[in-house]
């Protein structure tokens, strides 16, 4: 079984930033192949893609975050992170990842992002 862990979540003003890690543990050994992404969820609204990120370093963004957010992955340390700079007030929700998808894909608990003043 595989785990996925944010973290990295908080209170942040306007045009500050933010890094979100996902850090992976239980059966591992592939992680370097893993489709990965990170998803965002605000209350009543449809969980949406902010970015995803393939086993060979090909990524993808959410139109609303290109130029402001980066996503990357470290193999060697099981981790995905986020780098999110110039938030904006419509970018507080709870941040998610998630590796693979259909019957394989497993999400992790979520971290909290605010941006307010």
């Known amino acids: 079984q595989v785990q996925l862990v944010e973290s990295g979540g908080g209170l942040v003003q306007p045009g500050g930033s933010l890094r979100l890690s996902c850090a992976a543990s239980?059966?591992?050994?592939?992680?370097?192949?893993?489709?990965m992404g990170w998803y965002r969820q605000v209350p009543g609204k449809q969980r949406e893609l902010v970015a995803a990120?393939?086993?060979?370093?090909?990524?993808n963004y959410a139109d609303f975050v290109k130029g402001r957010f980066t996503i990357s992955r470290d193999n060697a340390k099981n981790t995905m992170y986020l780098q999110m700079n110039g938030l904006k007030p419509e970018d507080t929700a709870v941040y998610y990842c998630?590796?693979?998808?259909?019957?394989?894909?497993?999400w992790g608990q979520g971290t909290p992002v605010t941006v307010s003043s």
């Open positions: 239980g059966s591992i050994f592939s992680f370097r192949f893993w489709a």
């Open positions: 998630k590796k693979g998808a259909g019957p394989l894909e497993v």
């Open positions: 990120i393939t086993g060979g370093g090909s990524t």
